[in-house]
């Protein structure tokens, strides 16, 4: 590893965090890896202030300047919140110019016009990436600039004219604006909110389509037409189009151009008609190619999700957050669909408890899941194999159509019929077998043992006479391949917002003496967020958790309501572990989070 063009190779494959441990290694590491750190810079609002802060330790926001500041022999520690060992930690608008030449990816977190147009003249044919929040003349210098280089361009907000202004002033704005993107030759992710697309834009407009394989709009204005003599957008592969001004047939037509999707995100304003999208599904031969889909925030109904899942027979990713994804949608998945790795229903109130657990217990390729509300009454069901077995609540929303199928899964090896009704069916199920015990005795455990990142509210915990934290924690213990872990529990989360119960009473009691320890598996663990969770570790808890995670980076949530503790952990961890980021400001008895 001493050759520095071996170690340069491998430090493009590192992540921000990895890159600022590697520069601490040594001064040779130091002197390779650095130019690596300036490729992407994020510019926040303490880069122009110059602020140290409480979280200096955020390393999002911390580029360190040189391995000598944080190889000098360090301060004592310090409970106050601005520490002598954390300043410069923030990269001032001097040292960001001093090494704008050796940045590839420029991202704007704030507006900063000022420092956006002393960029003008360091950046020449170099940015692969650029995202600003708003269009202006320096951004139009800076794109122009980089056109032989610039690959992707993201604006958040394109369209800064005031609202008074004419529609003759709007039309000139928008001009200039493709004109500029279709000087852009080898652009091939477009990202933009708030564009307007007039009707004389349709030549400029799709000759830029033409060229991406990424296009994202929303909340945009689209008044063009969409002819049927509208040339196909064959190397389009991802498009987004949320809560545009555009009629949902006049979306479809332009959806339909895109014969090669793999990706489609889609919601509109108004009322969806789920024949258009059936239609468009129907006219991709011989399959529709979609692998991953985003109806998140819809109004179509459960059978009209689960009706738009059977069109779509490679599909691996489906989003639907805030939907009314329900037990039809729910039973769909777990029969015909247990090769998706990720599934995000996160805020699907129709959703319920044991459809959550269903699903967990019939998928096991998944590698990314985001839920509701799961009880911990359904993650250990007091179920066994008798003439006389109470159904599940999934089957008892689903009706009898799915019921017989719904049987395949929850029958026990061997049964051939439960209640009286046959399973109607060979005994195999496209669906893994949830009963692996013996005696008939029903097993409830999770089978995406390869899940990486779990987002779930608990709920039910409290009551004693469930165990519910050891159920919980068994069950999360199983996934070592875990690298991403959000908690919340709707009880402590609705009790902290309306302030009627401390927050201190509520939460699950991750301690070790609470069975903690059974969570030691979690090798791979990155993340750990809890900042819905009001918790009261001690630093004994905390010790554990950064011994048995060597892997934590980030902790988002504040680890305990007790201050002496608090400043006690904070101290420990900016100590031992600086390369861990926390994310959490602590407020007396309750906390605010900062994410």
Known sequence: MDLPEILAQVGLFLDHNDLVACIRVSHGWNNVMQPLIWRRIVVHQASLLNLTTPTAR?????????????????????????????????????????????????????????????????????????????????????????????????????????????????????????????????????????????????????????????????????????????????????????????????????????????????????????HSFLRYLSMRNPQCPIECLDLSGTALTDGELANILSHLTLLKRFYAAQSFVSGLCCHFITTSKTDLEELILRGCTLLESSMIQSLLMSLPKLRRFAGYVLKTDDMNPPLTASKSLPLPKLIQNLGKRSLVSSMRLLVPTGSSSVAGISNGGPTESTSPRVNDSQDGEWSSKWVCLELEELDVTFSGFQDPSTNGMQIIFEQLSALTMLRKLVLRDYCSYSSFVSQKVPTTTLGPQMRIYKGMSKLAPLKQLRMLDVQWIPLDMTLDDVKWMVQQWPRLRHIRGVLTCNPREYNRIEQFLEQDYPEIRVEGVYYGMEYINRG
């Open 58 to 274: 955020d390393q999002s926001l911390a580029l360190p300047l040189s391995l000598g500041t944080r190889a000098s022999s360090p301060s004592p520690p310090s409970s106050s919140p601005a520490s002598p060992a954390r300043t410069e930690t923030y990269p001032s608008t001097a040292v960001i110019l001093e090494n704008a030449r050796r940045v590839h990816t420029l991202i704007f977190n704030i507006h900063a016009p000022s420092l956006v147009q002393e960029l003008v003249p360091l950046l020449n044919n170099q940015l692969v990436q650029l995202q600003v929040l708003q269009y202006s003349d320096d951004i139009k210098h800076i794109l122009l600039a980089n056109s032989s280089t610039l690959v992707h361009f993201k604006c958040l907000y394109n369209a800064p004219l005031p609202l008074t202004a004419t529609t003759p002033e709007r039309v000139e704005h928008a001009t200039g604006f493709w004109d500029t993107i279709a000087q852009l030759p080898k652009l091939r992710g477009l990202e933009l909110s708030g564009a307007f697309v007039y009707e004389d834009h349709d030549e400029s407009f799709f000759s830029i389509c033409c060229r991406l394989s990424s296009l994202v709009l929303k909340s945009c204005r689209i008044y063009t037409r969409f002819r049927p003599g509208t040339s196909a957008l064959p190397q389009l592969r991802r498009l987004e189009m949320t809560m545009n001004a555009l009629a949902s047939d006049a979306q479809f037509a332009f959806i339909t151009l895109c014969p090669n999707l793999t990706h489609l995100a889609w919601n509109t304003t108004g009322s969806i008609p789920s």
